[in-house]
């Protein structure tokens, strides 16, 4: 609606969005913890928070800030057509990856992560961050379409870039100088800490990446523990390393997952030890549900995946992300953050109308990402916002609503 310059929206917003300085006292809340609210804005900026008469609350539609994918491949995504991975298991998702990497140009790569990022607005994300392989002849090029992609979205989306290589990489001349071009370009260094692994080379090149990634001051997202077997064994050898190290960058794990195997006590004790190292973790449940654990033929309460609500109980940031997207490694997905919620409800427990079961997906995700702006709804925050044609959590979740968004103050057509 408009009155002038002044538009203005009378929605429902989730309790534990709302900006802890805003009086929205007397405010309508359903059993889901949405509160009926007129938000208005002016030139991109909410403006006023009104209350709202109880009468109308059956009504109105969901609005929450536009969400963030913090863990994606968009240089191999839709790739599953080309290199399908029918047994679903890790090993063979690693050989398609690899024969995909053959028939590589900056085209195929632009074209899809252009897919990508066109689904991303379309279904409410203003943040992506992705892996990115920068491994073998496929590399430059594979880079130089998504740093284009970058600069072509900033605007809309913003788009973090980490390389993925194999963790020793970062110890030779050619890594020294990708790790360069990153810290200047706001990128991440990557790789992957997964068992079987060489103990004492993993700690010797874990320890040479995080001397170098903190002399660039450049954040550090890995792959880490995304096993079945050997649970956490990734994790303790980097809380091993960074007890020996001085660091003050950032420093994501992505996976954790055979963390979720130790016994209660362990995972107690390692998530306070991440919490006292500032170790974010990224819970990735669709591609952990989907390709671990197959071997042993795990029943569901033997899966593999990061003990979130532990982890979030010792004061470690956690998003959720969604992984791959219709390649080797995951058959479907469409960057939905929307549908990743309804997913990780059963997968992982996480309730929406709980303030630890959103944050994930909005401020935790926002704050281990380093956006500006936390997603939290207030005077004074941007006018970004996903509007779903849905007047509950449950109708939200059920199935993925039509939606609108909303971004710098303006209505999106699709791009
Ligand atoms: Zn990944």
């Known amino acids: 609606m408009n009155d002038g310059e002044n538009k203005y929206l009378e929605v429902l917003i989730p309790r534990g969005l709302i900006g802890s300085g805003n009086a929205v006292f007397g405010t309508p809340i359903t059993v889901e913890g949405l509160c009926s609210l007129r938000i208005g804005w002016r030139e991109g900026l909410i403006t006023s928070l ?24 968009l240089d191999k995504a839709f790739t599953w057509r080309e290199v399908p991975n029918l047994k679903g298991r890790y090993q063979e998702a690693f050989e398609a990856n690899l024969q995909e990497h053959k028939n590589r140009t900056p085209h195929l790569v632009y074209e899809r992560a252009q897919r990508a990022l066109k689904l991303a607005l379309k279904n409410g994300i203003r943040a992506v961050r992705s892996h990115v392989d920068s491994f073998g002849t496929s590399s430059e090029l594979t880079w130089e379409a998504l740093l284009t992609l970058q600069d072509e979205w900033h605007s809309l989306i913003e788009l973090q870039l980490v390389a993925l290589v194999p963790l020793e990489f970062w ?33 010797s090149s874990l320890m040479h990446m995080l001397k170098l990634a903190n002399e660039l001051g450049c954040g550090i997202d890995l792959h880490i523990d995304e096993s079945e077997t050997q649970p956490a ?13 001085e660091t003050n960058i950032p420093i994501t794990c992505s996976h954790a997952s055979s963390m979720g195997l130790l016994p209660l006590n362990k995972i107690r004790r390692l998530a306070d030890r991440l919490a006292q190292h500032s170790v974010n ?4 449940p669709l591609t952990n549900f989907w390709l671990l654990g197959r071997e042993a033929r795990r029943t569901p309460v033997q899966r593999p995946l990061a003990p979130i609500f532990h982890l979030q109980r010792a004061g470690v940031t956690v998003a959720v992300g969604g992984d791959n997207v219709q390649d080797p490694w995951f058959p479907a997905g469409g960057f939905d953050p929307i549908s990743l919620m309804a997913l ?7 309730a929406p109308w709980d303030r630890l079961g959103l944050a994930p997906f909005t401020t935790s995700a926002s704050a281990l990402m380093d956006l ?22 449950s109708e939200a979740l059920s199935t993925p609503p039509l939606r609108t968004i909303i971004a710098n103050g303006e209505w999106i057509d699709e791009k």
Do not use: C
């Open 50 to 73: 009104e209350t709202i008469p109880k009468e109308s609350a059956s009504s109105l539609k969901l609005l929450l800030p536009r969400l963030v994918e913090p863990h994606a491949h």
């Open 171 to 203: 110890t030779s001349k050619q890594g020294h100088s990708l790790a360069t071009r990153l810290a200047k370009s706001g990128g991440l260094m990557g790789g992957v800490l997964n068992p079987p692994m060489d103990r004492e080379g993993s700690r």
């Open 233 to 245: 064994e990734g994790l303790n050898l980097l809380i091993e390393v960074l007890d020996q190290s």
């Open 281 to 284: 973790v990224i819970a990735l």
């Open 344 to 350: 990780s409800m059963p997968l992982a427990q996480l």
């Open 372 to 393: 500006e702006w936390d997603g939290t709804i207030q005077i004074g925050s941007p006018v970004d916002f996903v509007l779903l044609e849905a007047s509950s959590w």
